[in-house]
């Protein structure tokens, strides 16, 4: 979903063209991805973070159905990953309450509850209806569950979380994203599942783009 579609209804959203079965690797073997159509090279391309691992980074919005609708698909996949890939997700500043999105996934990832929380605040949102417009209310949904209140917010407002917002800004720049979901792969190539035309199909192009990054 890019900045200018975020109007549409969530009826619209398109969950047949985001299949959530997963078939591992089956679908990626012997299989071609088209650049251009299915992913696109990253110009220039960007440092990925420091460190021998293959970086996948997930960039998405909790406003987002389309993001909500990869995530069962993106978890089971990434359940999977070679040891030597490693998958981080990047909240991107535009949709509904970016900031306050950015920073409750920062937050979570703070305290280590991004695999509690992830999927129960795209419920929220888009099941609940919730607005979660104020740190309050996501404080609550995370208290709801099991989390600390104080202690998120403690790490909501914290310069560190700060910090990783900002790198986050930038990241999205650098990688030129103005429609989530969208995977960038190890900071040369970028696909997604409207590119490659459902969910299962992104994941299987980003398995063939990961080989091209392990042998450089």
């Not at 079965?21 to 090279?41: D, H, L, N, V, Y």
């Not at 605040?121 to 949904?141: C, G, Q, W």
Request: charged share 20%; net charge positive; aromatic share 10%.
């Amino acid at each position: 979903m890019n900045r200018r579609d975020f109007s549409a209804t969530l009826a619209s959203t398109g969950l047949g063209a985001f299949g959530l079965s997963i078939t591992g690797t089956a679908f990626s073997q012997g299989f071609e991805p088209k650049e251009g159509t299915e992913f696109t090279r990253v110009n220039p391309p960007v440092a990925p973070a420091a460190g021998t691992k293959i970086e996948v980074l997930e960039f998405f919005s909790y406003a987002c159905p389309h993001c909500s609708a990869f995530e069962p698909t993106l978890e089971a996949w990434a359940k999977n990953l070679p040891a030597d890939v490693v998958l981080k997700r990047v909240p991107v500043p535009f949709l509904m309450n970016a900031e306050n999105f950015q920073r409750t996934y920062f937050a979570l990832e703070t305290l280590g509850l991004v695999a509690t929380m992830q999927r129960k605040v795209f419920t929220a949102v888009h099941v609940d209806r919730l607005r979660l417009d104020k740190p309050a209310d996501i404080a609550a949904l995370v208290a709801k569950n099991g989390g600390d209140e104080k202690k998120f917010l403690d790490a909501f407002n914290s310069f560190s979380v700060a910090t990783n917002v900002g790198r986050a800004k930038k990241l999205m720049a650098d990688y030129k994203i103005d429609g989530v979901p969208a995977l960038g792969i190890h900071g040369r190539f970028i696909t997604s599942p409207s590119m490659a035309g459902s969910s299962e199909r992104a994941l299987a192009v980003a398995d063939v783009l990961i080989q091209r990054a392990r042998k450089g």
